[in-house]
């Protein structure tokens, strides 16, 4: 039985079996430099302050950005959750205000070469966080690569981060059309969330959605949503060059404020509602068994 089936059987096994899910929101962006980790990091506090309990997910195995930011070094990530066996709760570091993140390291280069005990271990311990958490925020890296496109593809809700640079609004768009055309995407089955980062004015942000909506619509035949903007504020800046978290350490700053209504649209909004709604488990399946299929 090759892997892809293994992980079919998993997914009809999960399936059958009615549990609570935790709420995953996978963040993205056609490049990198425009502050995605940094909108993972602040979400995540803005929710907990709302009382939500948060995991975020670091899949930007290139540079690690949330660790930067929570100025800790995790003792373990997914690789020794595969490797040696270590378990679910071994793999979360404690972040502040109890956010809890999980470092992919090189773990998720390797998900397409796992064995059958591996693969069924592996979502068995990716199933209970759902126990531990009300929102999952899988922190991408930035670009096209098949990890991020595969994540994106699983993932019934996605915040497309985007700029108004026109390098920023091209790479955005080259990553829509990229996912528009990838195997096993369904626009109907995911909601894309455009977040306006680095502008002036509410104004500037919504002309930045308008742009690439109009776009998506006219040669993709999809539409997005627009879920707000993150002003260019000092005091992000600030806390960015001394890798703080400007939600913790200027909570009354505009781009604080901000973060804060994000984190209130997404829980008290109708953003998502319409979509399917499928836990990490069923998420790590899917994306295990896309990668089982190209070997």
Known sequence: MDQAQQLRNVIKQKNQEPSKNARVITVTSGKGGVGKSNI???????????????????????????????????????SDLIYQRKTIRDIIT????????????????????????QILYMVKCIEELNDLADFIIIDTGAGISDQVMEFVVASPEVLLVTTIEPSSLTDAYSLLKALYRYPGFTPEGTSIHVLSNKVFSVEEGKAVYEKINSVVQQFLNGSLDYIGMIPSDTELEKSV????????????????????????????????ESKAKWGISEIFSRFLTKLGEKK
């Open 94 to 117: 404690p972040g502040p205000m109890g956010i809890g993140f999980i470092s992919g390291g090189s773990g998720i280069l390797s998900l397409n070469n796992l064995y059958r005990e």
């Open 241 to 272: 060059r001394q890798q703080k978290i400007v939600s913790i350490q200027s909570p009354n700053s505009r781009s604080a404020k901000a973060f804060a209504e994000l984190a209130e649209k997404l829980v008290d909004g109708n953003y998502g």
């Open 40 to 78: 993972s990091v602040n979400l995540a506090v803005q929710l907990t302050k709302m009382g939500k309990k948060v995991i975020i997910f670091d899949a930007d195995f290139g540079l690690a950005n949330v660790e930067v930011m929570f100025g800790m070094l995790p003792k373990y990530n997914l």
